[in-house]
């Protein structure tokens, strides 16, 4: 088959050239019109993990959390004449920008006053007169900063730092171009830093616009530093720049076939989708590198050109369509995930690494082709003195010292589980952001200043209209927020309770000392007719806090508007976890013993009936509704309740019915929002990384298991790839590096990418066994010296690309690239050392019959063809054949 593929592809050249050229430019065209930018956190969650739903749910009800960009200043002389007058332009300027939704800051709030000749809520602006003749500039002052509601949340307590907060179209922050507007406000604010000082920010536009952008430009810095990296190692080990010249071509059509592809594919460019196009480079060179070094080797034997680039293709094209394909399997298993941005990741990166493997099988040989034959000097790395030590050293160590091999080995995984046991699992949002990075610094400051800075969203289902207007009700929620504000991990939160405060003074025209809630139903009435006559305060229109932003009443749901700490995700959920167990006691302080009664009940003990429908009303008036029918019903209900819903207790739905009941009495609290969601993620990230990864190891030992037919062979052969996994586990733990979504990838790549060593070791020691007559320490010391150079030259490829990675600003990206490159250079010691002493070891105990003949012929070696009748160089007829002597 092999040899069929090498006379397609060495005869049609220009029509293999002109295709692949339509091909890359319809790629090119996807990535420059079709890449869309996706910089939502918690994306990685599926769709049907109940993180997401009550996300999604908390979306449809008030809309984004993430849409605010704050801009906080510190001074202590923003209450100035000039100065108040420059904060409002500021705002003033930004509201006029597109995507612009709503600016609120001290310069641009409403005074709501009560017109009682029309019993209603009216507003005027607090600051309206630039000139200031309608008020004094310490008039302005004292009645904003007078204003309860504004303490914590439009400025901090000592008064030293005041916000504005931009309200940002969803749309425009999704949107790669249109998300400059955030970049447009952020410039504009740093112009008036004589003003008010160093502007800081923060908020979700901040956060996911600059890290969305920083992520564009590494992957393309990246592609850079690789391409110019790799360049200068295929220099050294060839010493040729026609060679480095053919490897970019390769690499830079994967590079625009892997950005199209995505684009192509409708999918979104998110932080884990731009690993794929450098990924693209650190795999397309040691394919190269594997064809070019085979055809060197064959030119300098044999000097036939044609015959050579037949051979590559033949001999080296299997096992490097092996090795990409187990690759491809590594990054394949992702859609075993539930997560659609894994999904698409996995499908990505594999089919890019085949078409990697597609590109380097032709282009490099037809290029080669046209080209005249290398000369000596090209020739010499084979026989450099630094690559022939290395394999005497290889060798040496194989056949003579195989007992501090085992040495060495055993205290290597000793080392390596004492660090294991020693990993921590972490993630926030900031966590791969260096110390001292801007946003890092934007957010702590924030922190420090109002207590929190992701969103934070707690949702109370009061599900019945009626509940809303209880004083009961209101002092749950109430004491809710009081629970936050004690505690620090929060801002000030923000509720239907804090709007109700709000009418309340403005009600008694404006006196701070009556922010507090009254739960007087008939005083509670009357704010509430003031509030639903007063349609700027049930719809704010861009000028401060609506209600319609802190209930659904509809849906009888209230809002509690938070913000938290960075925290990492772990921390984040078991804080959650706590804190629904305390909300559940504030709001259902009954619960235990509601369901204790019910629990009775069920045994048998009709007692407990009696006591639940007893003591607890509103259970009885909930089961009530499923048995009253008439009007002699309801009089029967009202004159003896008790009598009457035991009296129903025989019907076979009653006990259904009574749970409902009880159901409905309890408040249902949702915790959301992006701090909860992201802390989701994460989570999920990692146990389906795991899971990933051993879907990958089981596919990997199946195609191995069918390429040698020895499931001994196949055992033998992973334990090579498997220590160094464990070693860069060890080196987590004892360096103190967190396992979290971009240090987890480490296992899976690094896997994906390693056993390709292995394979090409197995191989060529198969194709031994055949030529040798089952000689096993010369098969395996043949293997050494035949795979070993290319193996080298690839690892140090691979090294030193995913090395480039550690020049990242994210820590994570950062620690990837390192522990990627340590794990495969550690993996081609381990394939080239303590594999072939394992083969010796064991010998014949796992080299098998079917060893020897396999499915797939990886390196077999080709019948006698009549090459001096092939001239690559002229065009071929169509009557002219390469036959085969069988």
């Not at 906080?72 to 100035?80: G, N, P, Q, V």
């Not at 809303?468 to 629970?483: A, P």
């Amino acid at each position: 088959m092999w040899q069929s593929i090498a006379n397609i592809i060495l005869r049609n050249k220009f029509i293999i050239l002109g295709i692949l050229a339509l091909v890359t430019v319809f790629f090119g065209y996807k990535a420059f019109s079709g890449l869309e930018l996706d910089n939502k956190y918690g994306i990685l969650l599926p769709n049907n993990a109940e993180a997401k739903k009550d996300y999604d749910r908390f979306k449809d009800l008030f809309g984004e959390d993430g849409g605010t960009l704050v801009i906080a200043i510190e001074t202590d002389s923003l209450y100035t004449e000039d100065n108040f007058l420059k904060w409002k332009e500021l705002g003033d300027s930004i509201l006029e920008m597109e995507g612009v939704k709503a600016v609120i800051s001290e310069a641009t709030l409403f005074s709501v006053f009560n017109n009682r000749e029309k019993q209603r809520f009216e507003a005027k602006k607090v600051f309206s007169d630039t000139q200031f003749k309608e008020k004094s500039i310490d008039s302005i002052r004292t009645e904003v900063r007078s204003n309860p509601l504004y303490r914590g949340t439009l400025y901090n307590d000592d008064e030293t730092v005041s916000l504005m907060m931009i309200n940002i179209d969803e749309k425009f922050i999704v949107d790669r171009k249109k998300a400059n507007v955030v970049f447009d406000i952020e410039d504009l604010a740093r112009s008036y830093e004589a003003n008010f000082g160093e502007p800081r920010f923060a908020g979700m536009p901040h956060l996911r616009v600059v890290i969305g952008n920083r992520v564009l430009k590494e992957m393309y810095i990246f592609i850079g530093l690789l391409i110019v990296m790799t360049s200068a190692l295929m220099y050294f080990f060839f010493r040729s720049m026609r060679v480095v010249l053919i490897c970019n071509l390769v690499v830079a059509v994967a590079v625009i076939w892997s950005m199209g592809s995505i684009g192509a594919f409708n999918f979104k460019m998110t932080i884990i989708m731009a690993l794929i196009p450098p990924l693209m480079i650190v795999i397309g060179v040691p394919n190269c590198i594997f064809l070019l070094t085979k055809y060197h080797q064959e030119v300098k034997q044999h000097g036939n050109k044609a015959k050579a680039l037949s051979r590559v293709i033949k001999k080296i094209g299997t096992a490097t369509f092996l090795t990409n394909l187990t690759t491809s399997l590594g990054f394949l298993t992702f859609v075993t995930t539930n997560s659609d941005k894994l999904v698409e990741f996995g499908i990505t990166a594999s089919v890019n690494i085949m078409m990697v493997f597609i590109l380097s099988i032709t282009i490099l040989p037809i290029i080669i082709s046209l080209l005249k034959s290398p000369k000596p000097k090209h020739l010499k790395h084979l026989e450099r003195k630094m690559a022939v030590g290395l394999l005497n050293t290889l060798v040496n160590i194989t056949v003579n010292h195989r007992r501090w091999v085992y040495i060495v080995t055993i205290v290597v995984v000793a080392l390596s589980i004492g660090g294991l046991l020693q990993i921590e699992t972490t993630g926030n949002l900031t966590g791969d952001l260096p110390d001292g990075d801007q946003i890092k610094e934007d957010m702590t400051f924030m922190e420090e200043k109002f207590g929190g800075a992701i969103p934070f969203e707690i949702l109370i289902d009061y599900k019945e209209p009626s509940r809303l207007g209880k004083r009961s009700t209101l002092l749950k929620i109430e004491n809710v927020q009081n629970y936050l504000t004690k505690d620090q991990l929060f801002s000030k939160s923000l509720s239907y309770i804090d709007a109700l405060k709000a009418a309340n003074m403005a009600y008694y025209d404006n006196d701070s000392s009556q922010y507090r809630l009254i739960t007087s139903r008939r005083h509670l009435a009357r704010i509430n007719r003031y509030i639903d006559s007063s349609s700027y305060i049930t719809d704010a229109e861009g000028v401060g806090i609506a209600i319609n932003e802190l209930i659904d009443t509809a849906s009888c749901v209230v809002r509690v508007r938070t913000q938290m700490k960075d925290l990492g995700s772990y921390e984040v959920s078991d804080y959650i976890d706590k804190l629904e167990k305390h909300l559940d006691t504030v709001l259902n302080p009954d619960r235990k013993d509601i369901e204790a009664f019910y629990k009775g009940y069920k045994k048998g003990k009709n007692s407990y009936l009696d006591s639940l429908i007893g003591k607890y009303p509103a259970v009885a008036n909930a089961l009530s509704k499923s048995y009253i029918k008439t009007d002699e019903d309801q009089v029967e209900y009202d004159t003896e309740p008790i009598v009457y819903l035991k009296s129903k207790a025989s019907d076979k739905d009653f006990k259904e019915n009574l749970r409902k009941a009880i159901d409905l009495e309890y408040f249902d609290v949702t915790i959301t929002g992006t701090s909860p969601v992201a802390a989701e993620g994460t989570k999920y990230m990692v146990i389906n990384l795991f899971t990933s990864l051993i879907f990958a190891i089981i596919a990997i030992a199946i195609l191995m298991a069918i390429l040698f037919r020895a499931w001994r062979m196949v055992l033998v052969s992973l334990v090579p790839n498997f220590i160094p996994l464990l070693f860069t586990a060890g080196i987590m733990g004892w360096f103190g590096i967190p396992l979290k979504p971009s240090t987890l990838l480490v296992f899976s790549i690094a896997f994906g990418i390693s056993v390709d060593d292995t394979i090409h070791y197995l191989a060529k020691y198969r194709q031994e066994l055949k030529t040798k007559h089952w000689d096993l320490k010369a098969c395996a010391v043949m293997a050494i010296r035949e795979a070993g150079l290319g193996m080298f030259y690839t690892s140090i490829i691979l090294f030193c690309g995913f090395i480039m990675f550690s020049f990242s600003q994210f820590g994570g990206t950062k620690a990837l690239g390192i522990l990627v490159s340590l794990t495969l250079l550690f993996a081609m010691i381990t394939n080239l050392v303590l594999l072939p002493t394992l083969l010796l070891s064991l010998e014949r105990r796992i080299t098998t019959k079917s060893f020897e003949e396999p499915y797939f012929d990886a390196y077999a070696e080709e019948s006698d063809i009549d090459w001096d009748h092939l001239d690559l160089e002229t065009e071929v007829d169509d009557s002219e054949t390469i036959e085969e002597d069988t």
